[in-house]
């Protein structure tokens, strides 16, 4: 019998969102037609004020969730009312690669089911040459660490998510706490050589270089014990979802 045959599980797309009422739309679409003839469920979570991006939703079969503000919070809101056997956090810039949930089903089957959380490679969505070397690093970054960011798309089994308490409500680094709890409990953690493509957004509005030494700096404080709430007074995201 195909392995695969049996190892296809229920997949939650959880989207938190502040003031992406421009794009909410398109990213949906894309999770749908990305994901070929595999129903998946999409929750977005929306912690901006007036929750805005939820009343310009217009994709049907999607769930909304009102939540406060902060990444970890909205994706534990989200995740809290997703029915899926596994949960894939998803920025609302980021786009899915084709046939992403039998990329996801490969990983989660891998060393005998051993592996229960992943997370995509990273493609940035521009044609200068500055952003496919920060690509580059963040990739290389990840496969040696294991500690993917949030813009990679990671995924878990949701019963491991649910075991884990899920995001620390911290109002940055929320995805490395995450899977630096999972490193020291052993979980392996596989990063795929399918990649998603996100925004150039963030890198153009403050420039390459600035924001690259500015996410290196704020990772290595947090390495070196930082509060995040220290950190999160010096970081300047623009958006919610930056």
């Excluded at 809290?80 to 949960?87: I, K, N, S």
């Excluded at 089911?113 to 290389?140: C, Q």
């Excluded at 960011?149 to 706490?177: N, S």
Aim: proline share 7%.
């Amino acid at each position: 019998m195909d392995p695969m045959a049996t190892s296809a599980r229920s997949i939650s797309v959880i989207i938190p969102v502040y003031g992406e009422s421009a794009i909410i739309n398109r990213t949906v679409r894309q999770v749908r037609a990305s994901a070929l003839d595999r129903p998946v469920e999409i929750v977005v979570a929306d912690g901006g004020p007036g929750h805005t991006t939820l009343k310009t939703l217009r994709e049907p079969d999607v769930a909304g969730v009102r939540c406060p503000p902060g990444r970890g919070v909205q994706m534990n809101a989200g995740a809290a009312v997703a029915g899926g056997d596994v949960l894939l956090f998803l920025h609302a810039d980021t786009r899915l690669p084709e046939g992403w949930p039998e990329a996801v089903d490969r990983a989660l089957v891998r060393d005998g089911g051993r592996v229960r959380a992943g997370a995509f490679s990273l493609a940035i969505d521009s044609r200068r040459w500055a952003l496919a070397v920060v690509a580059r690093f963040a990739n290389l970054r990840s496969r040696l660490e294991r500690v993917p960011y949030g813009d990679q798309a990671p995924f878990l089994d949701a019963a491991l998510f649910r075991e884990l308490g899920g995001f620390a409500t911290i109002p940055i680094m929320e995805d490395v706490e995450l899977f630096r709890r999972l490193k020291r409990r052993g979980e392996p953690v596989a990063i795929l050589g399918e990649r998603v493509l996100t925004s150039p957004r963030r890198w153009e509005r403050d420039g390459v270089v600035r924001r690259t030494l500015g996410n290196w700096r704020l990772r290595l404080r947090y390495a070196l014990g930082a509060a995040p709430e220290d950190l999160a007074r010096s970081y300047r995201p623009g958006s919610g979802e930056d």
